[in-house]
């Protein structure tokens, strides 16, 4: 498995920004499809975004389309995940998730192998 450390999560006003980040430790990241999920207190977890192992192919939930972004670096073995407009119900414990070389992207967190401990946001109104 991928080990998949998440950063800049924190505190933010609503209507601004912040920009998660998800190391991975493997040299083969240029070949995991990479999703990010949220999880807020008493939710199941949500697909959030999602980018093809190539990068060519970007996927997002209805509620986040239009102010996130995801992205990669594969020189860098990063993920990323520009958030803007943020509302207060976007507060939530957010993922960084890898799947198996070669896989597709998906929209279901059973089909991602390796998860970050996840890092809060947080929204204030």
């Known amino acids: 498995q991928v080990q998949l450390v998440e950063s800049g999560g924190g505190l933010v006003q609503a209507g601004g920004s912040l920009r998660l980040s998800c190391a991975a430790s493997?040299?083969?990241?240029?070949?995991?499809?990479m999703g990010w999920f949220r999880q807020a207190p008493g939710k199941d977890r949500e697909f959030v975004a999602a980018?093809?192992?190539?990068?060519?192919?970007?996927y997002y939930a209805d509620s986040v389309k239009g102010r996130f972004t995801i992205s990669r670096d594969n020189a860098k073995n990063t993920v990323y995940l520009q958030m803007n407009s943020l509302k207060p119900e976007d507060t939530a414990v957010y993922y960084c998730?890898?799947?198996?070389?070669?896989?597709?992207?998906?929209?279901?967190?059973?089909?991602?192998?390796?998860w970050g401990q996840g890092t809060q946001v947080t929204v204030s109104s």
């Open positions: 998730a890898g799947r198996r070389s070669y896989q597709s992207a998906s929209y279901y967190p059973g089909d991602y192998d390796s």
């Open positions: 493997e040299r083969t990241f240029s070949s995991n499809a």
């Open positions: 980018i093809s192992w190539r990068g060519g192919s970007t």
